[in-house]
């Protein structure tokens, strides 16, 4: 009894907190001159509120982890405007006016606002739409959607600084780049708002790997090279290695982020080489263009191994085993499946060996647009979409007789994922 008067003691109390910093926010919203605000502004001071306590570490009172959650967004909008003074530098890099409108005009209006007194009204809110793409794509895109405020831009500026660290060592040759890719390709990079770290990560990979140092410019002897050694190394070894020749040239932090897109690089190389796999040749500046058709030889004869070596098996469980433990790639897996190399009961088995995070994971890549725009999706709302596919059949029927507790688990973890795409 004496425990339920002190949880509503406590509840009291910070009811009572709240409200005396609600008034507080509003006589700094309207200078001491009233005491009534619209109800929407009202609002947003609790938001301000409960996202400045947010900050605070420990388990104090909410006056005292608001004050002290003040004091860390103070430090972390300082960190903003260090990280901005560096970035800013290197501006003019990028041929898309958007980011550089952001980096010379919203950013810092927007930090310079943090400086006033009228901060905790503003910490949990931004009125930008960050819509120049990271490396792994918009933020609507991935986990940083989520973010809101002086975290979003804290976050956006410090991957934004990795791509910088990236591009800095050949920064100078950049405009010449530019020249050289309109001219080869018709296409302006100012006309594309397409990520440039994206756009060079498959020359920078490959200089750096054939001629052992950090730079952008390739040559016909260059690539010549590179196809002598694919014949004689292993392919997926090759791939991995020109990954990890990177490495000394980067920070830890910078190397890290640059590989997370490795897996992705790799699916795009696959799929779609006219786009994603053309390289500049610089030979007395003049471009020409090089399709890179040895990396999709490489990546193709990794799925074509791990294909026949399925085909030539006839025990279900040794298809299985193989099958969980070599193939990681969500479009191989499918490639796989509509192949016919499984039966529809091998099919049943393979399901339903998998567990719920296993089936989440699969599910929000193969669903990935019913998650888009939605907070929640229900594994009944999936399985009334359309089967096209034995897979799919024997996919939907596995889910389907899941249990209630199974089920609930697998949505869970649905809608708890946050894939990068």
Excluded at 307 to 330: C, D, G, P, W
Aim: glycine share 2%; proline share 4%.
């Amino acid at each position: 009894m004496s425990s339920n008067i002190q949880t509503q003691k406590k509840s009291s109390d910070q009811q009572q907190e709240r409200l005396e910093l609600l008034k507080h926010l509003i006589q700094l919203y309207t200078h001491h001159n009233s005491s009534c605000v619209p109800r929407h502004v009202a609002n947003d001071m609790l938001i301000s509120i409960t996202y400045i306590a947010h900050h605070a570490t420990g388990d104090a009172s909410l006056k005292k982890r608001y004050v002290h959650g003040l004091q860390q967004l103070e430090l972390l909008c300082h960190a903003c405007k260090h990280r901005l003074a560096k970035v800013q530098l290197y501006a003019e890099w990028y041929p898309n006016e958007r980011l550089r409108y952001l980096l010379t005009d919203f950013f810092p209006t927007y930090l310079k606002r943090l400086s006033s007194p009228y901060a905790p009204l503003l910490y949990a809110f931004e009125k930008e739409d960050i819509d120049y793409p990271l490396l792994d794509g918009l933020p609507l895109e991935h986990a940083m959607y989520h973010l809101q405020g002086i975290d979003l831009i804290s976050h956006y500026l410090e991957q934004l600084s990795y791509e910088v660290a990236f591009l800095k060592p050949f920064y100078q040759e950049l405009p010449m780049i530019y020249k050289l890719y309109q001219m080869q390709r018709h296409v302006s990079l100012f006309e594309l708002n397409q990520n440039l770290v994206e756009v060079l990560l498959p020359q920078v990979l490959l200089h750096v790997y054939l001629k052992q140092s950090y730079g952008v410019q390739l040559d016909a002897a260059a690539l010549d090279a590179f196809n002598k050694r694919l014949s004689i190394m292993r392919p997926q070894e090759l791939l991995q290695q020109m990954y990890l020749s990177l490495q000394p040239y980067l920070d830890e932090d910078v190397y890290a982020y640059v590989y997370a897109y490795f897996p992705i690089l790799k699916q795009r190389l696959q799929n779609d080489m006219e786009n994603h796999a053309e390289l500049f040749i610089f030979e007395d500046n003049t471009p020409k263009q090089y399709t890179l058709q040895v990396m999709t030889a490489c990546l193709n004869s990794e799925f074509t191994h791990h294909q026949e070596v399925l085909s030539a098996m006839t025990s279900t469980t040794e298809k299985i085993h193989y099958f969980r433990t070599h193939l990681h790639n969500f479009q191989d897996m499918i490639e796989i499946w509509d192949s016919y190399i499984f039966s529809l009961e091998e099919l049943t088995v393979l399901f339903q060996s998998y567990t719920p995070m296993d089936f989440a994971i699969f599910l929000r890549h193969h669903y990935a647009e019913q998650f888009v725009f939605t907070a929640s999706v229900t594994l009944d709302e999936l399985l009334l979409l359309p089967v096209s596919a034995d897979w799919e059949e024997a996919l939907h029927m596995v889910l389907s007789t899941l249990s209630k507790k199974q089920q609930h688990i697998l949505e869970q973890w649905m809608n708890s994922i946050k894939l990068q795409y």
